[in-house]
Antibody, heavy 117, light 110 residues
Framework: EVQLVESGGGLVQPGGSLRLSCADS????????MNWVRQAPGKGLEWVSL???????YYADSVKGRFTISRDNSKNTLYLQLNSLRAEDTAVYYC???????????WGQGNLVTVSS | EIVLTQSPGTLSLSPGERATLSCRAS???????LAWYQQKPGQAPRLLIY???SRATGIPDRFSGSGSGTDFTLTISGLEPEDFALYYC???????????FGGGTKVEIK
């Protein structure tokens, strides 16, 4: 069974940076499309970023130029570098992946990022 | 960019009743790219339906999806206590390459 374990969240000041990690215990990480999805407190789901198996990356307009998604297939780990953080980036960040880029068939437990002074 | 509008915002039903949730796209989309998720409080979302009508692994057959073009539906044929939750539809767009979620429908116990 695939399990995604996230780490790296916490409290950061506006303008600060943070790096989230997501370790995949499955055997097919390198073949999977991986995403970050976030959920602000009491709000709905917002897609943040997608990385293809080959490394191509895509971002929501709200984070483009500030966030960077990457993957290390040798470590079965997905990353999200968050820079120039704003209060509106406060959310639970989920990593999620799948065998296709069309939908997300497995999810991590979520990691809270709080941007506040 | 596609906008997904879910209705109603909240559905109040009793166990055993049928739930019908709507997801409307701002323009016609491929049915291959439409999925549904369930989310319970404090938990990550779980994939229910992909490709409009295919159930994900382990999803009971009381959950079904249908639709085409701009109108899609998730139906729960007889609500079980564990089905009271939030439900989101999601679309994958190929140009631009983005994923979009609807605003969600909460199914609550009446």
């Amino acid at each position: 069974e695939v399990q995604l374990v996230e780490s790296g969240g916490g409290l950061v000041q506006p303008g600060g940076s943070l790096r989230l990690s997501c370790a995949d215990s499955g055997f097919t990480f390198s073949n999977n499309y991986m995403n970050w999805v976030r959920q602000a407190p009491g709000k709905g789901l917002e897609w943040v970023s997608l990385i293809y198996t080959g490394g191509s990356t895509y971002y929501a307009d709200s984070v483009k130029g500030r966030f960077t998604i990457s993957r290390d297939n040798s470590k079965n780990t997905l990353y999200l570098q968050l820079n120039s953080l704003r209060a509106e980036d406060t959310a639970v960040y989920y990593c999620a992946g799948g065998v296709t880029r069309y939908y997300l068939d497995y999810w991590g437990q979520g990691n809270l990022v709080t941007v506040s002074s | 960019e596609i906008v997904l509008t879910q209705s109603p915002g909240t559905l109040s039903l009793s166990p055993g009743e049928r739930a019908t949730l709507s997801c409307r796209a701002s323009q016609s989309v491929s049915s291959s790219y439409l999925a549904w998720y369930q989310q319970k409080p404090g938990q990550a979302p779980r994939l229910l339906i992909y490709g409009t009508s295919s159930r994900a692994t382990g999803i009971p057959d009381r959950f079904s999806g249908s639709g085409s073009g701009t109108d899609f539906t998730l139906t729960i044929s007889g609500l079980e206590p564990e089905d009271f939750a939030l439900y989101y539809c999601q679309h994958y767009g190929s140009s631009p390459r983005v994923l979009t979620f609807g605003g969600g429908t909460k199914v609550e116990i009446k």
